[in-house]
């Protein structure tokens, strides 16, 4: 069957598309700048940090409805479920809110407690000048815990940018201000971005096994105190991310701790990663006992998964390439014996196309102006068993009457992980609804 890949649609005074640029990667349109800031990712990478406040120095919309938009593995704090903002109006615009962000600090420490407390400039507070790091200085003496001036707002740039300059601050406030109890030779920080929770609480079990103890997590459900030991790690684990891999550098160049960067999107990775870091660690004990840790875990998965790619084999997925969690269903899915499809929104980048290739030796299919309707003759004409994307799809699975899931990527990261992608891809496709949901309706079938 040929699909049509491309909005073929070129300027004809320039060979490239109009919404790229000479790397061939999508530039935003100021038609979707809402969608996401720079403050919006500094506050996502940063809310992680379980035990610490989150205060917007900005008008109440900077919120965006944020209570649990962001979850976290932990049930023992509930701060970072919460967005405190100082709510400015027209007479803090007019005279500075400067002050009342102090006072809100102090209110705020009083009230609930926290570890630190992370303040986030905005649009609005950072074009009136207000002086946040002045404000948190001043009650900081007052009240004695920290408090973290975030300069993050949102007309700085789009998400990553944010993301980054969150990754600054903590390794300008944060980093190295406390000192553990004690260290170890087996020392290791994991950093990745701000929806990662469930992937390395995946691969904290495996490191317990081996004697690697994770000093600190930034910031998958991570603790402020963590986050200050960070500096005394032996090794820093980045799962990939270009936007992070300029924050272990620097690391790398203050504190002299090394990294390596190895992806978790299969079997075959953390299999890689778990070896990376036994050899980087430099212990030849620790590379026998992880070699016999590997041998265990892929005969047990492999054992586990049998059932599972008989009922699914030859069974066609498609997959919506959104974020990291689309690659690890991809890989699962192809592992398992499935004919995937994979869909994007937007041209994929060259290393992106390189790794579709070399997994399914296909490429993707790219919707033109994101015309979500576009699937629907796809999945007819493939006989398509699931559809795997975001919430956004969802009305189209139900529109073709096919099971609909949910990419949750963080968790189906490790051999663990790979089970669960497994597990949850057949319980999806052979749930007794669609069974329901295929038939005539009673009046149908009379007439």
């Not at 986030?120 to 408090?147: F, M, N, R």
């Not at 103890?213 to 500096?231: D, G, P, Q």
């Not at 994979?342 to 993707?364: A, V």
Request: glycine share 6%; hydrophobic share 40%; with cysteine.
């Amino acid at each position: 069957m040929k699909i049509n890949q491309e909005n073929t649609s070129r300027n004809p005074h320039n060979s490239m598309p109009d919404n790229e640029d000479r790397f061939g990667m999508q530039v935003p349109s100021a038609l979707d700048a809402h969608e996401d800031c720079a403050f919006d990712g500094a506050m996502l990478t940063l809310v992680p940090i379980i035990d610490a406040a989150h205060l917007i120095h900005g008008p109440s919309g900077c919120i965006n409805n944020a209570w649990g938009n962001n979850s976290n593995l932990s049930s023992d704090f509930r701060l970072h479920k919460i967005r405190f903002t100082t709510d400015m109006e027209e007479s803090d615009i007019i005279f500075g809110g400067a002050k009342k962000l102090q006072k809100a600090i102090i209110q705020l420490v009083r009230r609930y407690q926290p570890s630190a407390v992370f303040v986030y400039s905005t649009c609005v507070s950072a074009l009136i000048g207000d002086d946040i790091h002045g404000a948190c200085k001043d009650a900081y003496e007052q009240i004695g815990i920290p408090i973290i001036p975030v300069d993050s707002p949102g007309f700085a740039g789009r998400k990553n940018l944010g993301i980054r300059l969150a990754g600054e601050t903590l390794i300008e406030h944060v980093i190295g201000t406390a000192e553990p109890e004690f260290t170890t030779p087996y020392d290791i920080n994991i950093i990745s971005e701000y929806n990662m929770a469930g992937a390395v609480s995946n691969i904290l079990p495996l490191l317990e096994k081996l004697g690697i103890r994770v000093l600190a997590k930034i910031t998958a459900n991570s603790h402020y105190k963590e986050i200050c030991y960070a500096h005394r790690a032996k090794l820093n684990v980045l799962i990939p991310s270009q936007i992070m891999l300029n924050f272990v550098k620097k690391m790398q160049h203050k504190f002299d701790i090394p990294y390596i960067e190895v992806p978790l999107y299969g079997v075959d990775d953390i299999t890689q990663l778990l070896k990376s870091i036994a050899t980087k660690l430099g212990s030849h004990e620790l590379e026998e006992k992880t070699e016999k840790l590997i041998n265990e875990e892929v005969n047990n998965l492999s054992e586990n998964l049998n059932f599972y790619k008989l009922q699914l084999q030859d069974k066609t997925v498609i997959i919506d390439i959104t974020d990291f969690g689309s690659w690890i269903m991809i890989e699962s899915a192809n592992n398992l014996g499935m004919q995937v499809i994979p869909i994007s929104c937007r041209k994929l980048n060259q290393e992106d196309k390189n790794r579709l290739k070399q997994w399914l030796d296909r490429d993707e299919v790219v919707l033109a102006n994101e015309r979500l309707e576009e699937i629907i003759p796809i999945i007819n004409e493939n006989q398509v068993d699931l559809l795997i994307a975001s919430d956004r799809l969802k009305s189209l699975s139900f529109q073709a009457k096919i099971p609909f899931l949910n990419i949750n990527s963080e968790l189906y990261a490790g051999y663990a992980g790979v089970l669960a992608a497994a597990r949850e891809i057949y319980t999806t496709i052979y749930s007794p609804v669609w069974q329901q949901v295929r038939k005539s309706a009673p009046w149908e079938e009379i007439e």
